[in-house]
């Protein structure tokens, strides 16, 4: 069963971040189940995943709004440092041998959906202007295909 259920309303209408979070969301609920299996060594690898996963994500939503001209870069990776320093305490814990993955999943569930209703939802019209204006919205050309290779490889 899963932890957090993908739904319509969490799409951005860009289909390359829609894949992202959508994996965010698998790998919270990854972490529910290898928590919910009382083996600590892979809930803490699916964590660390999960962890890097998102980094590597933070990175990629940032280099799209840089590319877009989004006004707000700023505050959004700010917002995306502060989450960052929460979860870097999470891991610290984890590898202390806190089981941690209850109380992260509460925070990840309720940050991720408010994340990406709220802040994602506003850069997306920048995003899905400049992605248009390239004629890339749903294929992996020019610089969305250049981030793509960058942070995905």
């Known amino acids: 069963m899963s932890y ?19 994996r965010i969301v698998d790998y ?8 919910s299996s009382g083996d600590q060594a892979v809930t803490n690898h699916v964590l660390n995943e999960l962890v ?13 709004q840089e590319k877009a001209g989004y006004p707000f870069l700023k505050a959004h990776k700010r917002v995306h440092e502060i989450f960052t320093k ?25 940050w991720l959906v408010n994340h990406i209703k709220g802040d994602d ?3 997306a ?4 202007k400049a992605l248009n204006l390239e004629g890339t919205v749903d294929k992996t050309g020019g610089w969305l295909g250049s981030a793509l290779k960058k942070f995905f490889g």
């Open 86 to 110: 929460r979860i870097a305490e999470f891991q610290r814990r984890a590898a202390g041998g806190e089981n941690v993955a209850p109380e992260l999943l509460s925070m990840l569930k309720i």
């Open 4 to 22: 957090l259920h993908w739904s319509s309303d969490l799409d951005t209408g860009i289909d390359v971040i829609d894949k992202q979070h959508r």
């Open 125 to 128: 019209p920048s995003v899905k």
């Open 28 to 35: 919270l609920n990854e972490l529910n189940s290898a928590n």
């Open 52 to 64: 890097d996963y998102t980094l590597t994500h933070f990175a990629f939503e940032e280099e799209l």
């Open 121 to 123: 939802a506003d850069y």
